[in-house]
Structure formats: structure tokens, C-alpha cells
T-cell receptor, first 115, second 111 residues
Framework: DTEVTQTPKHLVMGMTNKKSLKCEQH?????MYWYKQKAKKPPELMFV???????INESVPSRFSPECPNSSLLNLHLHALQPEDSALYLC??????????????FGPGTRLTVL | KQEVTQIPAALSVPEGENLVLNCSFT??????LQWFRQDPGKGLTSLLL?????REQTSGRLNASLDKSSGRSTLYIAASQPGDSATYLC??????????FGGGTRLMVKP
């Protein structure tokens, strides 16, 4: 199984709502990533989890809260978002560890619209 | 800081043409380079991965080359088809497994 799944596919939320994005992989990968992608722009890294611990936070606002409850799951909790947070949110996974040879596999993304 | 540039930003060709997409990067200390395809509103599909010790990789009608010392990679698509229409992204990976993406090339293949 070389698939990364993400739910929901689409999400519309108000600025006062609390919602969560979910990502799952069963490839035995121990590194998982959240990216944000605006229209016609490349993906931007938000967070990296390595062995279920947050290893990188690219200065993301606190209204985005990641969680890695186990080695297969990655969540992104959303609260008090702004309209400019509307984007495609992509999850990826890879083998962990040093070396830089770890291919990343991406999910289909969640299209988020903040009203 | 690594910077990745893709040229051209957009490309429109008639069906059947062979075409080349270019990717350049400023720091040659990379571990691998990936080419991705992205359809509108969709996730990224990995096309080819070239490790830093390799010079090229092939998959079907796709061939990717890497010249690490000059900071360049090309993606060659043979006999283009309308189904190849998509955005193509290259990304370089550093020792910490972080990917730096280029801005992408939006390809349109006309029937």
C-alpha cells in the first residue's frame, strides 16, 4: 500500500469554527508532513513529525495545531482561521532518519475554504 | 537558502511534440530531486526521483536528467498527449529530508 489518504476532501468553515483535517498512511513511514498550497503556487511546508514528535514548525500561526497520535495518523486542528487561510492542505509521508534520500509520498489534499 | 526555479512558467504545445521542462537550483548540496505532476485541485503524484549520485531516470515517455554540479535538471516528455496537461513541479531534497519546490510549469497539450 503506497497510498496517503486525507479526509475530508473539501471543507468549508466559518472563522469561529473548530475543525480537523486527517491524514493516514500504512507504509510504515515514521515521518509525516503538512504543507499548505495556495492557488498557482508551490506547496509550503508547515510542520514535520518524526517518530511521532514535532520536529519542525515553520513559524505557523497557533490557530493551526498539529497532532500525531500514532505512527500512521496525522491531524491538523483548525481554530479561528482567517479567509486568507483558504488553500489546499497536503499531507505527505516518508521514511524518517538522516540522509535525505527519503522519497515523500503525497495525499490528494483537503481543499479548505474559510468564510 | 536553497532556491529552485522552473522555466518556462507555462507552456502550450500541439499534441505529439517532444518537450523539455527545466529546473535549476542554487545549492548543489542536494540528496535527491523529484519531479511531480499536479492536476488542478489535486495532490502531487511523484513521477521520477533522481538520487544525487545518478544522472538520469526514465519512466515510459518521461526522462529526467540531473547535473548536480551545475544545479540543473530537465524533464523530457516524448510524444506529448492531451492527458499530459498538468502542472509539473520539481523539488530538491536536503540532508534533513526537507523539500524545496520550484514554482512549477503549467503544461497544456492541445489535441
Amino acid at each position: 500500500d503506497t497510498e496517503v489518504t486525507q479526509t475530508p476532501k473539501h471543507l468549508v468553515m466559518g472563522m469561529t469554527n473548530k475543525k480537523s483535517l486527517k491524514c493516514e498512511q500504512h507504509m510504515g513511514h515514521r515521518a509525516m508532513y503538512w504543507y499548505k498550497q495556495k492557488a498557482k503556487k508551490p506547496p509550503e511546508l508547515m510542520f514535520v513529525y518524526s517518530y511521532e514528535k514535532l520536529s519542525i514548525n515553520e513559524s505557523v500561526p497557533s490557530r493551526f495545531s498539529p497532532e500525531c497520535p500514532n505512527s500512521s495518523l496525522l491531524n491538523l486542528h483548525l481554530h479561528a482561521l482567517q479567509p486568507e487561510d483558504s488553500a489546499l492542505y497536503l499531507c505527505a509521508s516518508s521514511q524518517a532518519g538522516a540522509g535525505g534520500y527519503n522519497e515523500q509520498f503525497f495525499g490528494p489534499g483537503t481543499r479548505l475554504t474559510v468564510l | 537558502k536553497q532556491e529552485v526555479t522552473q522555466i518556462p512558467a507555462a507552456l502550450s504545445v500541439p499534441e505529439g511534440e517532444n518537450l523539455v521542462l527545466n529546473c535549476s537550483f542554487t545549492d548543489s548540496a542536494i540528496y535527491n530531486l523529484q519531479w511531480f505532476r499536479q492536476d488542478p485541485g489535486k495532490g502531487l503524484t511523484s513521477l521520477l526521483l533522481i538520487q544525487s549520485s545518478q544522472r538520469e531516470q526514465t519512466s515510459g515517455r518521461l526522462n529526467a536528467s540531473l547535473d548536480k554540479s551545475s544545479g540543473r535538471s530537465t524533464l523530457y516528455i516524448a510524444a506529448s498527449q492531451p492527458g499530459d496537461s498538468a502542472t509539473y513541479l520539481c523539488a530538491v531534497q536536503d540532508a534533513g529530508n526537507m523539500l524545496t519546490f520550484g514554482g512549477g510549469t503549467r503544461l497544456m497539450v492541445k489535441p
